[in-house]
């Protein structure tokens, strides 16, 4: 039956089992007297919810302590081992697979290193086939316990009911490829067990506002810098979340080709891949054979060597001419949205930021109008370069407790056509 304002009783019950759920995930263990305030539901509610919670084997006992003269108070907890979820990184050079418990807590992973033809379709979907089976192995985790599997990917995903997730990553040769259907054809995971593909700057995103500089904000705005360049949006009205192509906004008109063909994309002059480029095009060396991340390293390395070291100019001009494009970039950012913090992530994100952190704060606010400038503050982020497999294990945790801590049904079968195969056999008078 539904109410006045069309939630049923049932929607009523998810959402208090959602409430103290996220309660007790994020600021447990808490007894069932802190759990009213904190939630906002009454004595009785929150009996009846912890009740049925610990029957699910959701939420467990977690000690005692004790009351204002009465009896001590029972702590309660999120059970760790009560679920599992993957969280896949289709990084740059590599993909990284990740087991977590329902706290986070990794239990396994995989890593496939990527060649030269990194983005080869099949490739990356056989690298995230046997990287399940492999944490699923490694744990003893069957995979019928999982509530999910999500996929941090490079490009715009758009989610379809009949083929479920495409891929268009113009800068990696994806035209609207449908990775979700190509991981479930021959996949050993049940059909129950579902698939959450997202923007890799999103998972990022999701991952930093949870546990990593975002959370508290209202409003903030995380970078993934990597071999290109991202970024998600979070927001009161996309609370959740949303991926924005940053890297290929226009910073100098008639500037440099970026790799999704236009001139002048911030990526062009601020990614990982193009910094190398600049780099080598004015006579700069990487190590012969090196990887991206290694090639950076060195890059920075001779940046900014050890103190007495001969500092290798063109490596520090191509680096400094990169932040003012950054802050210049970022400074689009705090214009349009005003946010409250703007995180800085992703491997090479980290790597150079930790140099560069000061002069992208400087430029940001000579660019940006002084209001917002003022309001908002540049940081790295927090959570290291294994953000994006923990936000994209996040997807199905988030999606788990938007249930109420249920697990998502399967779809419905087609309804039966026999009517229509009667009506066919009618013989018209």
């Known amino acids: ?12 019950r998810r959402g208090n089992r959602t409430a103290v759920l996220q309660r007790l995930y994020f600021d447990g263990p808490l007894s069932r007297f802190e759990l009213g305030p904190a939630t906002g539901l009454s004595s009785g509610s929150i009996s009846n919810v912890v009740a049925e919670l610990i029957a699910d084997g959701l939420v467990e006992e977690a000690g005692s302590v004790d009351s204002d003269g ?24 590599r993909v990284r697979i990740g087991l977590f ?45 999982l509530l999910g599997v999500g996929i941090g990917v490079p490009g715009i995903v758009e989610h379809t009911p009949r083929l479920g997730a495409l891929v268009h990553g113009q800068t990696i040769g994806w035209d609207a490829v449908p990775l979700e259907q190509l991981l479930r054809d021959g996949s050993e995971l ?15 995103g999701q991952a930093e506002m949870w546990f990593g500089g975002g959370r508290g904000a209202r409003s903030a705005v995380v970078v993934l810098f990597g071999s290109g360049v991202g970024a998600c949006l979070v927001t ?17 008109v008639r500037g440099r080709r970026c790799r999704c063909g236009a001139l002048g994309c911030l990526e062009a002059y601020a990614g990982a891949e193009s910094l190398l480029e600049r780099w080598c095009e004015e006579g700069g060396s990487a190590p012969e054979g090196a990887d991206e991340e290694t090639a950076l390293a060195a890059m920075l390395a001779g940046a900014y060597p050890p103190e007495g070291g001969a500092a290798d100019r063109v490596a520090l001009a191509v680096l400094e001419e990169a932040a003012e494009y950054v802050g210049a970039g970022l400074s689009d950012l705090i214009n349009l949205f005003q946010p409250e913090r703007i995180l800085i992530g992703g491997w090479a994100g980290l790597r150079i930021g930790a140099h560069l952190l000061p002069a992208v704060r400087r430029h940001a606010a000579s660019y940006a109008l002084r209001h917002p400038a003022r309001k908002v503050t540049v940081d790295l982020g927090r959570l290291g370069p294994d953000a994006v497999t923990v936000g994209a294990a996040i997807l199905p945790l988030a999606d788990f407790f938007a249930r109420g801590g249920r697990r998502a049904e399967p779809a419905p079968e087609a309804p039966s056509t026999a ?11």
Request: proline letters at 6%; aromatic letters at 4%.
């Open 1 to 12: 039956m539904a109410g006045r304002n069309g939630r049923t009783v049932r929607d009523l």
């Open 70 to 93: 009465g009896r001590p108070r029972i702590l309660l907890r999120v059970a760790p081992g009560s679920g599992h979820m993957i969280g896949v990184d289709v990084g740059e050079t």
């Open 101 to 145: 418990d329902l706290t986070l807590t990794e239990l396994a992973r995989a890593e496939r290193p990527l060649a030269r033809q990194r983005y080869e379709v099949e490739g990356i979907v056989g690298h995230v086939r046997d990287g399940i089976a492999e944490v699923l192995a490694g744990a003893g985790i069957g995979p019928e316990r």
């Open 190 to 204: 049940p059909d129950t067990v579902p698939y959450f593909i997202d923007n890799g700057a999103r998972t990022l």
């Open 236 to 252: 009161p009205e996309a609370e959740h979340g949303r991926a924005v192509e940053w890297g290929h906004l226009t910073v100098r």
């Open 419 to 429: 009517w229509r195969t009667a009506l066919a056999q009618r013989v018209a008078p």
